[in-house]
């Protein structure tokens, strides 16, 4: 018994402590978590905000555009860094990924299409909408996500997801027909909240699809998840480009592609490229019910800081919807059921098997 006290604290002086690794993931995890819920509630802020303020308008489509360079290189970077700064191998990786694979290439060109379509659409969305409501109306995109996994992807459901998914759309339903016809509730001259209203619809409608397409494009591929992306930049900025130069070319010829871009206008676009790396940290080391809570705080906190940065008056009838909808994703992120299972003594049980589910 002492030579077993003295191995465990020779392991703690060491560093071999196996509870010490695990101390540092599940602070790693909380921590990613946090910067998660600050993300998914300031971006939506600062979007409002910035398209809400007094003063020249900086061109949406040439935000999206840089959104999506920003993010090319910030995958291109990681990509280096992979290969330990090797260039020469990152050209090589490039390469073979991008040319010598050309079909998984140029499959990308449709997720890509979808988001450069759902980017531009949240800024019509937001630019109609009170920040809060758009929170809560966006969280629409998780049952389109679980449609579309049903049937692209064959997942199935549990009966308490499918319950979720009921009491979503409950929620969502409450919301918009409350908000439809209010009137001084964060409300901007010009604003037209049938607008706002389809933007969300669509959005959510092409977010879930183009969300479960590129699952399926990263389970059918070898390639790494930043590759993948690589080659949606690519794809992301060439449309974007395209569709600026259709929406808003002549007037960008003539003011700039960075025409009112202040310092909160860059906020935005950082943390929209930065967003999606951050959801891949937050995959590896947290989990499904983790990511639930963040967007539950994240509604809450941009509820609260619209009604303190624009006025947003909350009543019952928001309050219960917001309320249903945080359910619907608590719920949602709750582990399947398993099927039960005959009972085995424990002579019969395999070793170091357990009762786990799995969260779809």
Known sequence: MA??????????????DPATPRMSVNRLKYVCLAVLVVQNASVILCIRYVRTVPGDRFFTSSAVVAV??????????????????????LGQLLYDGLFCQY???????????????????????????????????????????????????GRSLGRLQW?????????????????????????????????????????????????????????????????????????GTLLGLVAMWSKEGAAIVQHGFFHAYTPMVWVVVFNQALGGLL????????????????????????????????GFAIDLPFAAGAGLVILAVYMYSLPKASTPSPRLGPSEQAPGLHNKSVIQ
């Open 68 to 89: 999506e360079i920003t993010k090319l290189l910030t995958c291109l970077v990681l990509l280096l860094g992979q290969q330990r700064g090797n260039v020469k191998q």
């Open 279 to 310: 959801v891949a940290l937050v995959v590896k080391y947290a989990d499904n019910i983790l990511k639930a809570f963040a967007t539950s705080i994240s509604i809450v906190l941009s509820t609260v800081a619209s009604v303190q940065l624009f």
């Open 103 to 153: 079909t998984d290439t140029l499959k990308m060109a449709v997720p890509s299409l979808i988001y450069t379509l759902q980017n531009n659409l949240q800024y019509v969305a937001i630019s109609n909408l009170p920040a809060a409501t758009f929170q809560v109306l966006y969280q629409f995109k998780i049952l389109t996500t679980a449609l579309f996994s049903v049937v692209l992807l």
């Open 3 to 16: 030579a077993a006290t003295s191995e465990k604290l020779q392991e703690k002086i060491s560093g071999n």
């Open 163 to 235: 319950v979720s998914l009921l009491v979503l759309f409950l929620g969502i339903g409450l919301v918009q027909v409350t908000q439809e016809g209010s009137g001084g509730r964060d409300v901007v001259e010009g604003q037209s909240y049938l607008t706002g209203l389809v933007a969300v619809f669509v959005s959510c409608v092409s977010s879930g699809f183009a969300g479960v397409y590129f699952e399926r494009m990263l389970k059918g591929s070898s390639a790494s998840v930043w590759l993948r992306n690589v080659q949606l930049g690519l794809f």
